[in-house]
Nanobody, 116 residues
Framework: QVQLVESGGNLVQPGGSLRLSCAAS????????MGWYRQAPGKQRELVANIFSGRINYGDSMKGRCTISIDNAKNTVYLQMNSLEPEDTAVYYC???????????WGQGTQVTVSA
């Protein structure tokens, strides 16, 4: 099992940027698909981006406006978000998907609010 702690969420104005961090309690370099998801009020949780062994997939919601990266030495996954818009307002969650056993683990989320 892996524990995940997100940070970096904040209130930003439209057009602003944020860098989210997801710190994992153990090594996540080979056994886990790491990803960022978001959930806005009244909406389903959706994929923002995930990464595994250097392969990156982006969801449609923020493609072109975000970059996912991982620092294996620090067991930390990052999400750089740019050109934020009010519709990006959501709780952003980090997920670790363990391939062996097909288990998934979620962080508690970090709030991102884009508003003037």
């Amino acid at each position: 099992q892996v524990q995940l702690v997100e940070s970096g969420g904040n209130l930003v104005q439209p057009g602003g940027s944020l860098r989210l961090s997801c710190a994992a309690s153990r090594s996540i370099n080979s056994d886990y698909i790491m990803g960022w998801y978001r959930q806005a009020p009244g909406k389903q949780r959706e994929l923002v981006a995930n990464i595994f062994s250097g392969r990156i997939n982006y969801g449609d919601s923020m493609k072109g406006r975000c970059t996912i990266s991982i620092d294996n030495a620090k067991n930390t996954v990052y999400l750089q978000m740019n050109s934020l818009e009010p519709e990006d307002t959501a709780v952003y969650y980090c997920r670790a998907y363990r391939i062996l056993g097909s288990n998934q683990y979620w962080g508690q989320g970090t709030q991102v609010t884009v508003s003037a």
